[in-house]
Structure formats: structure tokens, C-alpha cells
T-cell receptor, first 110, second 114 residues
Framework: RKEVEQDPGPFNVPEGATVAFNCTYS??????FFWYRQDCRKEPKLLMS???SGNEDGRFTAQLNRASQYISLLIRDSKLSDSATYLC???????????FGQGTELSVKP | DGGITQSPKYLFRKEGQNVTLSCEQN?????MYWYRQDPGQGLRLIYY???????QKGDIAEGYSVSREKKESFPLTVTSAQKNPTAFYLC?????????????FGPGTRLTVT
């Protein structure tokens, strides 16, 4: 079983739609979580850190459920420019490294 | 501008040759990392370094070597022992923020070995 697992993609949605990505992690020792965005043939860029209480940044909302070992990312009012691959990432203090999920591809259509 | 630079952007080599990929950061970050990404795949950790003159193997270190002689620099050598070296190589550095490390990536180097 992968340490960080994401919904398989691709997600094809119309502009203006709300889309949610889910991610589960297997190691309960994971301490911090992030969502990264990666455009085609580019480097990943940090989108949001995920805090225990959940956090929102404009159209993006991230939630963490430690009991279920589950993280989500909600994108409201999708834009064409949101088309990318979204990577769910867990940080383990022990070992000091990030564990990346495989990514979920989002395609927003006009 | 602060950031992470990787050079070159594209690199072509013949099989059997060693090749060194450059990674430099001026963010004053202590930790640096090297990842490999294959088409349609996630990122896999090759090596990482949390302080100068120290580094640890990641999940796929075989066939690679690194050095960390300066805080700003973390070059990766892909040796001829690496069986499938063609990939997208990403360097990252990280800083401690709000109880965890946030990582920032360089633009990557696409290595093609034929």
C-alpha cells in the first residue's frame, strides 16, 4: 500500500464547477500535510499547507481529518488556469522528508 | 530574486557516461533534496541533505551520488551504474515554517541518455 494515496484522475470539469480531491495517508506519525500544484513539464509549486483546523485561501479549501487519516482539497468556481496535476504530500518528522502522492490530474474545460 | 536554480534545463548524454546536475539556492535554506520524476509518475526521493557536509540516501539512491560542500549547492551525479537514468530531475530546498518544512522546487533538468 502506498504511503500517500490520491484519487485516480483525470478529473474533467466545466468552468465554474466545484471539484474535490481526496487523499489518504497510511502513517499515523505524519505530522504535516501540503497540497502542491504541478503544471505539465514544470516543477511542483506549493499551493497550500494543511492545518489541523482546516484552512482556506480564496477559492481553495484544505481539510485534515487525523482520525480517518484523510486530507481533502476543494476548489470552487474552477478556472481554466486551474488545469494541472495536484499532489498530496505528507511530512514525517522522523526521517525529515516529504512523501508525495501520485497526483490527480484536473482538466477544466470551457 | 531569491530562488533555486538548476542547470541545464535539458541534458543529453550517451550511455556509460557520468553526468552532474547542478542545483543552487540563495534562500539560505538548510535542507536540500533531489527527486526523480518519470512520465505519469510521482516524485521519488534520491538523496537529501539537512546540513552542510552531511547527506542521506533516499528511496532510490543506487546509481547516484551527491555532495554538500556549501550550503547553497547540492550537485547530483548520475553515474553509469544507474540503469534507467532518463528522467526529469528536480532539486528542492526547505525551510522550517509553522511546525513543518515547506519545500520549494527548482525548475528541473530533463536528462535523456541514449
Amino acid at each position: 500500500r502506498k504511503e500517500v494515496e490520491q484519487d485516480p484522475g483525470p478529473f474533467n470539469v466545466p468552468e465554474g464547477a466545484t471539484v474535490a480531491f481526496n487523499c489518504t495517508y497510511s502513517n499515523s506519525a505524519s505530522q504535516s500535510f501540503f497540497w502542491y500544484r504541478q503544471d505539465c513539464r514544470k516543477e511542483p509549486k506549493l499551493l497550500m499547507s494543511v492545518y489541523s483546523s482546516g484552512n482556506e485561501d480564496g477559492r481553495f479549501t484544505a481539510q485534515l481529518n487525523r482520525a480517518s487519516q484523510y486530507i481533502s482539497l476543494l476548489i470552487r468556481d474552477s478556472k481554466l488556469s486551474d488545469s494541472a496535476t495536484y499532489l498530496c504530500v505528507a511530512w514525517y518528522n522522523q526521517g525529515g522528508k516529504l512523501i508525495f502522492g501520485q497526483g490527480t490530474e484536473l482538466s477544466v474545460k470551457p | 530574486d531569491g530562488g533555486i536554480t538548476q542547470s541545464p534545463k535539458y541534458l543529453f548524454r550517451k550511455e556509460g557516461q557520468n553526468v552532474t546536475l547542478s542545483c543552487e539556492q540563495n534562500l539560505n535554506h538548510d535542507a536540500m533534496y533531489w527527486y526523480r520524476q518519470d512520465p505519469g509518475q510521482g516524485l521519488r526521493l534520491i538523496y537529501y541533505s539537512q546540513i552542510v557536509n552531511d547527506f542521506q540516501k533516499g528511496d532510490i539512491a543506487e546509481g547516484y551520488s551527491v555532495s554538500r560542500e556549501k550550503k547553497e549547492s547540492f550537485p547530483l551525479t548520475v553515474t553509469s551504474a544507474q540503469k534507467n537514468p532518463t528522467a526529469f530531475y528536480l532539486c528542492a530546498s526547505s525551510t522550517w515554517r509553522q511546525g513543518s518544512y515547506e519545500q520549494y522546487f527548482g525548475p528541473g533538468t530533463r536528462l535523456t541518455v541514449t
